[in-house]
């Protein structure tokens, strides 16, 4: 079945980065875009972007511009999405999730567990 | 961006009884060639992450109970519970992805009365 393991809870000063992994398993990991999506403590669900594991290609929404970078590792099946001159907004469950198909026109049908990242000097 | 909002914000419903909850979307996230909405439909329950309960906004997914059921088109959808269950306490949350950058709902928390 389809397993998404994400990397362990974060520390950073602000101002540091962060770098989060998602470890696919249970399907063929170029087949199927991969989204990130976070949640601030006790807020809702805010969509960041998208790569497509196949060619790399990656797209994010406008406030993320400049800070954030999605990669992945096709070797290892893998996707990495970093941060960078994080604040305490910043601080949040950082979730990778699978698309159902391989553009932006299908919806979510798997999830990791969240990754929590704390902010904090 | 397609705004999405979700009503009401929270309800307490007794076991048993029917719950349904309301999206509506800014535009309408119908795709006239193909004529389905690209609306979904997800749980998320305390310290969980979110799963997935409808797709095309009416298209149950493998394994959820058929008291789920989504409705709608266009730019207004409901999601219903038939008959609640103590497991379906959770917060439920509408996502459009018609458009980028995608766009959730703020979330709809079910409660037992």
């Known amino acids: 079945q389809v397993q998404l393991v994400q990397s362990g809870a974060e520390v950073k000063k602000p101002g540091a980065s962060v770098k989060v992994s998602c470890k696919a398993s249970?399907?063929?990991?170029?087949?199927?875009?991969m989204h990130w999506v976070r949640q601030a403590p006790g807020q809702g669900l805010e969509w960041m972007g998208w790569i497509n594991p196949a060619s790399g290609g990656a797209n994010f929404v406008q406030k993320f511009q400049g800070r954030v970078t999605m990669t992945r590792d096709t070797s290892i099946n893998t996707a990495y999405m970093e941060l960078s001159s994080l604040t305490s907004d910043d601080a949040a469950v950082y979730y990778c999730a699978k698309a159902a198909g391989s553009s932006t026109a299908w919806y979510i049908d798997s999830w990791g567990q969240g990754t929590l990242v704390t902010v904090s000097s | 961006d397609i705004v999405m909002t979700q009503s009401p914000d929270s309800l307490a419903v007794s076991l048993g009884e029917r719950a349904t909850i309301n999206c509506k979307s800014s535009q309408s996230v119908l795709n006239t060639s193909n004529k389905k909405n690209y609306l979904g439909w997800y749980q998320q329950k305390p310290g969980q992450p979110p799963q997935l309960l409808i797709y095309?906004?009416?298209t149950r997914e493998s394994g959820i109970p058929d008291r789920f059921s989504g409705s709608g088109s266009g730019t207004d959808f409901t999601l219903t519970i038939s008959s609640l269950q103590a497991e379906d306490v959770a917060v439920y949350y509408c996502q459009q992805y018609y458009n980028i950058p995608w766009t959730f709902g703020q979330g709809t928390k079910v409660e037992i009365k």
């Open positions: 095309w906004a009416s």
């Open positions: 249970g399907y063929t990991f170029t087949d199927y875009y």
